[in-house]
C-alpha cells in the first residue's frame, strides 16, 4: 500500500508510518515554510512525486461539482491527483480533502481529527448582500463584500 501524505497530515504524526509515503513537492515547501522541525528528521524517507495533469483535471472538476474547488489550495489538489494517479490512500486532516477522495473512490485516512461523517456539497453566501452561490469568489459581484461557504441543506 502506498500512502499519500497531506501537510496537515504530517503536522499531526509523531512518526512515519511504515508502508511507503509519497507526498507532492509543494507538501515539502509547505514543511519548510512553517519550519517544522520533523523534515530534517523524516529527510530521505519521504519521497516526492508529481500528480499528471490528467488527474489534477479530474480533481478539479469533481472538486467544483461538490463546492470544495474555493476551499481547496494547489497543495491539496496535487495531493489527491496523486492519491488518484498511484490508487494509494491519502493521509490527511483536512476536512475537503477527504471530502473529494470519497467522492471520487480514494481511500483517505485522517491522523489527527475524526474526519467527515458524509460527503458534504457547498455553496457560497456573500456576507453583505446575502446573495448565494454556487461557486466561490473572491468577492460578491453584487455587492463586493466578501464570501462565506457553508454546507448545502
Known amino acids: 500500500m502506498v500512502i499519500i501524505l497531506d501537510s496537515s497530515a504530517l503536522f499531526s504524526m509523531e512518526n512515519l508510518p511504515e508502508e511507503e509515503c509519497i507526498c507532492p513537492p509543494g507538501v515539502i515547501d509547505e514543511l519548510r515554510k512553517y519550519k517544522d522541525p520533523r523534515l530534517d528528521l523524516w529527510g530521505d524517507m519521504l519521497r516526492t ?24 489550495s494547489p497543495v491539496d489538489m496535487t495531493v489527491i491527483a496523486l492519491g488518484l494517479d498511484l490508487q494509494g490512500t491519502v493521509y490527511s486532516d483536512d476536512f475537503s480533502i477527504q471530502n473529494v477522495c470519497a467522492r471520487m473512490g480514494i481511500d483517505y485516512k485522517a491522523i489527527g481529527t475524526k474526519g467527515i461523517k458524509k460527503i458534504e ?15 466561490k469568489m473572491d468577492e460578491c459581484p453584487i455587492c463586493g463584500s466578501p464570501m462565506r461557504s457553508h454546507r448545502k441543506r
Open 49 to 72: 512525486s508529481d500528480c499528471t495533469q490528467t488527474s489534477l483535471k479530474k480533481v478539479e472538476d469533481e472538486a467544483k461539482k461538490s463546492g470544495d474547488l474555493g476551499r481547496l
Open 121 to 135: 456539497r457547498w455553496n457560497y453566501q456573500c456576507i453583505g448582500c446575502k446573495k448565494w452561490y454556487k461557486e
